[in-house]
């Protein structure tokens, strides 16, 4: 019996459109909520990221600005429109593209994102506080996986759940994150020795490598929940996941395509943390009167 295939393009339309609501509320309050996207260089793949942000926030009612840096800027002059934007009212959410050109120091660069504005959970602050479970936002690739894993009911607490992948982006928050849901959680890497003997133990298995199709049947546990952030394109354009799809949906419980899996989840991600950061500054804003 093959898998039962997790539609994150559905699920991402339904949760959109319940926070278009949220969105909608705080406009008619005179506080639509607004995202700036900031890009430096002309890395085409970023270009198409942010064109894709911002008209996911049209779509969703978010207000969007795109600050555009060429390949040579100085970084002093990228931090201070950051700084800029932080003190902005119409503003709630800031993010920068990455990866930056490589004169730029990312870590400074992130840590000039006001924590309250960090709708991408890049900063320090938010990093670090996983560990405690008390981030202002959580980020959104891994919060994604861990809405998913709601929406079809699969059940966390007391499983054995494997991240391959250690990436600050995905793969270290999405560990910290089953953790503080009560899973029993591995950490393992495309290096890993006797890889297949940690995948073949997980309840869930969360994929994040960059290597196409590594994760075959044979090293997944029958009836396991398969969760494949990987994407890439292979020769002749088609997209392929890190997971190999036709196999291993044949032996999972539950499984994610690529595309449609956990990328829309993705950005819709970043539209819910971006309303919630309006929100939180309306009820700063009527706690202040």
């Not at 990228?78 to 003190?87: D, P, T």
């Not at 930056?100 to 602050?125: G, M, N, T, W, Y």
């Not at 994760?215 to 952030?229: E, L, Q, R, W, Y």
Request: aromatic share 4%; with cysteine; hydrophobic share 40%.
């Amino acid at each position: 019996m093959s898998a039962t295939m997790m539609d994150g393009t559905g699920l991402a339309r339904k949760v959109r459109a319940e926070w278009k609501g949220r969105a909608q509320l705080l406009a008619g309050n005179g506080n639509q909520p607004g995202l700036a996207v900031v890009i430096v260089g002309d890395d085409a793949a970023s270009r198409v990221y942010v064109r894709n942000k911002a008209r996911a926030c049209s779509e969703t009612g978010i207000y969007s600005e795109i600050h555009e840096f060429p390949e040579n800027a100085n970084q002093d002059e990228v931090i201070r429109r950051i700084q800029e934007l932080n003190g902005s009212p119409r503003i709630h959410g800031v993010l920068v593209q990455l990866p930056l050109p490589r004169h730029f120091e990312s870590a400074k660069v992130i840590a000039s994102i006001a924590v309250e504005k960090d709708v991408d959970s890049f900063h320090l602050h938010n990093v670090g506080a996983l560990l405690t479970g008390s981030t202002v936002f959580a980020p959104c690739t891994p919060l994604g996986v861990m809405k998913m894993l709601e929406a079809y009911g699969v059940e966390i607490e007391g499983r054995h759940a494997v991240v391959v992948g250690r990436s600050n982006i995905v793969g270290k928050p999405m560990a910290l994150m089953l953790l503080q849901k009560g899973a029993t959680v591995t950490i393992c890497t495309s290096k890993t020795r006797d890889l297949a003997e940690h995948t073949s133990r997980a309840d869930i298995l969360v994929v994040a490598t960059g290597k196409p199709r590594m994760i075959t049947a044979g090293m997944v546990k029958s009836g396991a929940t398969v969760i494949d952030v990987g994407i890439n394109r292979m020769p002749g354009g088609k997209l392929a996941g890190d997971v190999d799809f036709d196999s291993v949906r044949e032996k999972a419980g539950y499984i994610t395509p690529v595309p449609g899996g956990v990328g829309p989840m993705t950005i819709t991600m970043l539209l819910c943390n971006t309303i919630e950061a309006a929100e939180r500054a309306q009820a700063r804003s009527l706690a202040a009167k």
